[in-house]
């Protein structure tokens, strides 16, 4: 089982959708989560960090459900600048993050 | 903006030749990295140094040496490279290991 697993997409959806993404983790001891947003040609930029409670930023929504392994990200209101590659990052307890291979996300007009 | 910064932004360079990749950082992290992505996949850890020592080395070809002269530069000397290993070469920090970090531009690779 990869350590950090999510649908590479893309998901097409128009302005002003909802859109979630899911992502697994293999590693029951990682301690901390973040979403990472990419676009073409660009570096990764943190988007949000990701908490046993939940958090929300604006439009943005991360949960995390220790239990089943799992995180989402929810965008509601899609803007067309939305379009990016969206990485789950994971730290499994060393020193480094774990990347998964990113889901793309393209919003059209 | 980013607060890592890397230069150059662009390189090519030929199969014999040596070059090196800058990065710098002011944020005053104590961890500093350095990834390489190929298109349409995620980063690639290459290297750690924690506290100016290399902590770790991902079984990188000797052909990529890092050297971090201080807390707040970190370098990558290049030598020999073949053409699979043009790639954007990243650098990031973070405060210390594992938590947040924060990436620069990036370095786009071209070997020849």
């Known amino acids: 089982r990869k350590e950090v697993e999510q649908d590479p997409g893309p998901f097409n959806v128009p302005e002003g959708a909802t859109v979630a993404f899911n992502c697994t983790y293999s590693n029951s001891a990682s301690q901390s989560f973040f979403w990472y947003r990419q676009d073409c040609r660009k570096e990764p930029k943190l988007l949000m960090s990701?908490?046993?409670s939940g958090n929300e930023d604006g439009r943005f929504t991360a949960q995390l459900n220790r239990a089943s392994q799992y995180i989402s990200l929810l965008i509601r209101d899609s803007k067309l600048s939305d379009s990016a590659t969206y990485l789950c990052?994971?730290?499994?307890?060393?020193?480094?993050?774990?990347f998964g291979k990113g889901t793309m996300l393209l919003v059209s007009p | 903006d980013t607060e890592v910064t890397q230069t150059p932004k662009h390189l090519v360079m030929g199969m014999t030749n040596k070059k090196s990749l800058k990065c710098e950082q002011h944020?005053?992290?104590?961890?500093m990295y350095w990834y390489k992505q190929k298109a349409k996949k995620p980063p690639e850890l290459m290297f750690v140094y924690s506290y100016e020592k290399l902590s770790i080395n991902e079984s990188v070809p000797s052909r990529f040496s890092p050297e971090c002269p201080n807390s707040s530069l970190l370098n990558l000397h290049l030598h020999a490279l073949q053409p699979e290993d043009s790639a954007l070469y990243l650098c990031?920090?973070?405060?210390?290991?594992?938590?947040?970090?924060?990436f620069g531009e990036g370095s786009w690779l071209t070997v020849v």
């Open positions: 944020m005053g992290h104590r961890a």
């Open positions: 990031a920090s973070s405060p210390q290991g594992g938590n947040t970090i924060y």
């Open positions: 990052v994971v730290n499994p307890g060393y020193s480094t993050l774990t």
């Open positions: 990701v908490y046993s």
